[in-house]
């Protein structure tokens, strides 16, 4: 049976908004079951390596090691301009910059566009394998400006 873990806590925010610029409880910006450009969280305008990891809701170890895939959206705010890259991880145990926990799987994303895009990326076996707290996950974004 399929199990959605979602942003449940903003952990360490560095910078990051929401769409009307508020920096508490962004967290519920991006928790929607479906997907909604409308409501999002950002960066500055100019990120320098910026963070936000979010908690994610607990979920039941599935007893496979298929099937873990992460997905979110992205997009920056205007087109051209400066080059931003974006960084999306799957850590187990983050508590904060300096006690990072383990990275499971990520993704990078370079000179990312004004077009909204869907992210994803699917855990191997061995990522999958390397979750031993369903309980304890966290996504963490990294925005920067090149």
């Given at each position: 049976m399929a199990q959605f873990g979602r942003p449940s806590t903003d952990t360490v925010n560095e910078s990051y908004t929401d769409q009307g610029g508020g920096s508490a409880s962004?967290?519920?910006?991006?928790?929607?079951?479906?997907?909604?450009?409308?409501?999002?969280?950002?960066?500055?305008?100019?990120?320098?390596?910026?963070?936000?990891?979010?908690k994610l809701?607990?979920?039941?170890?599935?007893?496979?090691?298929?099937?873990?895939?992460?997905?979110?959206?992205?997009?920056?705010?205007?087109?051209?301009?400066?080059?931003?890259?974006?960084?999306?991880?799957?850590?187990?145990?983050?508590?904060?910059?300096?006690?990072q926990g383990t990275l499971i799987a990520s993704a990078a994303h370079?000179?990312?566009?004004?077009?909204?895009?869907?992210?994803?990326?699917t855990l191997s076996g061995a990522e999958a394998d390397a979750i031993t707290n369903y309980a304890d996950l966290f996504l963490r974004f990294v925005g920067n400006q090149v």
């Open positions: 962004i967290f519920a910006m991006i928790d929607e079951v479906s997907a909604s450009d409308a409501d999002y969280i950002q960066s500055a305008i100019t990120p320098t390596n910026d963070v936000y990891a979010t809701t607990s979920v039941t170890d599935p007893l496979v090691s298929t099937g873990h895939i992460v997905r979110y959206r992205y997009s920056k705010d205007a087109a051209g301009g400066a080059q931003i890259d974006l960084t999306v991880q799957l850590r187990q145990g983050y508590a904060s910059e300096v006690s370079t000179n990312i566009s004004d077009t909204w895009t869907a992210g994803t990326f």
